[in-house]
């Protein structure tokens, strides 16, 4: 606690006199982080951050994660008990080895394992260094430590696969449409000269050996290209690109070969087709008629609302109108009522569709 107060002293200090600290949202990454870790001490939200991972995956097949069941009757705030998991932590490098499992493929399955969570359910473990990690003997993987979690809206999801997905095959004008789109890059910036500036990134990874190109490497050169187009740090995107950088040296660490972009293009294309798709698109539909629906047994008392609002604002009209001539009245009550509809009517689009 005392830590993050001195952050917040520096970066309060830093943001008022810098404009770059003020781009970046040093403080409110700061207040993000104090957030995690305020939620981390309650040992009741992590044993419902394990119960809720374990019934996601449960229900996804093509994620293999091992998940330790929640004794309730023996977990409190300050106390969580969970089945004991038996492997060998991944920190224990040499002991994973002497397992005799296909380590590429370890790799590979962890990597291909977290972004499916983050992608699939928009919930993912955030902190998978390797004690976190447990590696049975038939090769399954166990995760533990879910004091640490992360979300993201479906929006945020199709964002970020988009973006890496652009930089994985080298569609770099789609790739700035996109951060423009989303609202990561002021409007009067130009996105070609946006998309001119991601070539240079993407180029400069390209063709070199696995080992020479990483996820850090390529958000490190992303942080510096925002400084010229004025981009803010994206909050809700900050623990997802920090554990991206973890998950890719833990896969790393198991297979110096690993190579983060070949995982890239096949999931995140395939995971973007089925979000987009017309089926996807259909059922996004489906979700907002069914909103609708539940806003409809209120309209009436908007309305009602609304038509109070009305006659408070005549009043104030008719007010006005005895101060001025007949006609220029009527006119300006006139227009008035046209506005007052537009008002009622703009009102309920809000109410129903916002």
């Given at each position: ?6 952050f917040f002293f ?16 040093l403080?409110?990454?700061?207040a ?22 374990a019934?996601?995956?449960?229900q ?5 994660f091992?998940?330790?069941?929640v004794n ?5 705030n300050n ?6 998991i ?5 920190s224990?490098?040499?002991?994973v080895k002497?397992l ?11 990597v291909?394992?977290?972004?499916k969570?983050?992608l ?10 390797p004690?976190?990690?447990f ?8 995760l533990?430590d879910?004091?640490?979690m992360?979300r ?7 964002v970020l ?11 770099y004008?789609?790739?700035a449409?996109v951060?423009?789109?989303a609202?990561y890059v002021p409007s009067?910036?130009?996105v070609?000269?946006f998309?001119l500036a ?8 390209k ?5 020479e190109v990483?996820?850090g ?12 187009f ?7 995107l ?13 896969a790393?660490?198991?297979?110096p ?6 995982i890239f293009?096949?999931l995140l294309?395939a995971?973007?087709k ?7 698109k ?6 907002a008629?069914?909103e609708?629906?539940g ?6 008392t908007?309305?009602e609302r609304?038509m ?7 009043k104030?009209?008719?007010?006005d109108?005895?101060?001025?001539e007949?006609a220029?009245?009527?006119r300006?009550?006139s227009?008035?009522q046209?506005?007052?509809?537009f ?12």
């Amino acid at each position: 606690a005392r830590d993050l107060a001195d952050f917040f002293f520096i970066t309060r200090i830093a943001e008022r006199f810098d404009p770059q600290a003020r781009r970046l949202r040093l403080v409110e990454v700061i207040a993000t982080l104090k957030k995690v870790f305020d939620t981390e001490l309650n040992l009741r939200f992590e044993a419902a951050s394990i119960a809720e991972m374990a019934e996601k995956i449960e229900q996804h097949e093509d994620i293999h994660f091992i998940i330790p069941n929640v004794n309730w009757n023996l977990t409190a705030n300050n106390i969580l008990t969970t089945d004991w998991i038996d492997g060998t932590p991944l920190s224990d490098l040499e002991a994973v080895k002497a397992l005799n499992i296909d380590m590429p493929k370890l790799a590979t399955e962890i990597v291909t394992c977290f972004l499916k969570q983050a992608l699939e359910f928009g919930f993912f473990h955030a902190d998978m260094h390797p004690g976190n990690i447990f590696i049975k003997e038939d090769g399954q993987i166990a995760l533990v430590d879910f004091g640490i979690m992360n979300r993201l809206s479906k929006d945020e999801r199709r964002v970020l696969a988009e973006i890496l997905y652009g930089f994985a095959t080298g569609d770099y004008l789609h790739n700035a449409k996109v951060h423009f789109a989303a609202g990561y890059v002021p409007s009067h910036h130009s996105v070609e000269d946006f998309a001119l500036a991601l070539r240079v990134i993407g180029e400069t990874m390209k063709g070199k050996p696995a080992e020479e190109v990483s996820m850090g490497g390529l958000l490190g050169q992303l942080l510096q290209t925002t400084e010229d187009f004025e981009m803010q740090t994206q909050l809700q995107l900050v623990m997802l690109q920090k554990n991206l950088v973890i998950v890719e040296g833990v896969a790393r660490m198991i297979d110096p070969k690993f190579d983060m972009f070949k995982i890239f293009e096949p999931l995140l294309g395939a995971w973007l087709k089925k979000t987009l798709g017309i089926e996807a698109k259909a059922k996004d539909g489906i979700e907002a008629l069914v909103e609708l629906a539940g806003h409809l047994p209120q309209i009436p008392t908007y309305v009602e609302r609304m038509m109070r609002s009305i006659e408070q604002l005549e009043k104030i009209a008719k007010s006005d109108a005895v101060m001025a001539e007949s006609a220029k009245s009527s006119r300006r009550h006139s227009r008035i009522q046209t506005g007052l509809l537009f008002v009622v009517v703009g009102a309920l689009i809000a109410v129903m569709f916002g």
